[in-house]
């Protein structure tokens, strides 16, 4: 059994360049269960470890990142005739910053636990990442830089519910499916179900908790 990992950008314009930044996502999942001999792995924490996640990955692919500084939010949720001098601006937190030589974005991130038995996973997901990018757009105000959200999405299943692994397989790969299908709202959509922790049960409420889901949408 090897590890379900994968990606697909949609919007190669925007964020084309993240192919290899997810590939070390992918890569930093896996060498975290394996260091941890399939005990533990970052994406059953909250928001900000997963965030510091994908800030590792774009280290170890050759960019720099800052994560959770202050930053100068915008409400740009008024007209679009408003003059800038006239928009509501504070000072809020910005939860990533990467940037190369040649392309600088920040990212607003949110966390969501979807349940991969439910047969609305894909609306469950949807506002989470509306959410994030809400947040891109007021962190981004009017400044050139790109801007994106991101949802980290974890998932689990009863364990009761799914049976063997076998038919736990099968739902990893029907979640998959639902979540890359054309008409779902993201730009760049990313998976990973490590094999050492695809078993593994929860102790709390006996749920499966195979893996992660992480969708991202640039801002226009």
Request: with cysteine; glycine share 6%; hydrophobic share 40%.
């Amino acid at each position: 059994m090897e590890t379900v990992a994968g990606h697909t950008i949609r919007n190669k314009r925007n964020l084309g360049h993240w192919d290899a930044l997810i590939e070390e996502w992918n890569l930093s999942i896996e060498r975290f269960s394996r260091i941890t001999d399939g005990e533990d792995v970052p994406y059953w924490y909250n928001e900000r470890t997963n965030i510091g996640v994908l800030a590792a990955a774009a280290w170890r692919c050759g960019r720099i990142a800052l994560e959770e500084f202050q930053y100068e939010k915008i409400d740009v949720s008024s007209s679009g005739e408003t003059a800038e001098t006239d928009q509501k601006k504070w000072i809020g937190r910005c939860d990533l910053w990467i940037s190369n030589d040649r392309v600088e974005e920040i990212v607003e991130a949110k966390f969501k636990w979807l349940n991969m038995c439910s047969k609305q996973i894909a609306e469950l997901a949807i506002p989470c990442l509306d959410e994030a990018v809400s947040d891109a757009v007021k962190t981004k105000g009017y400044d050139e830089i790109k801007a994106l959200g991101v949802a980290f999405l974890p998932v689990y299943a009863k364990s009761d519910k799914v049976g063997n692994h076998d038919a736990l397989e099968k739902l990893i790969s029907e979640t998959i499916t639902i979540i890359s299908a054309r008409k779902f709202p993201a730009d760049l959509i990313a998976w990973n179900f490590p094999k050492r922790l695809r078993k593994h049960i929860g102790e709390k409420y006996n749920n499966y908790l195979p893996g992660i889901i992480l969708l991202a949408k640039a801002v226009p």
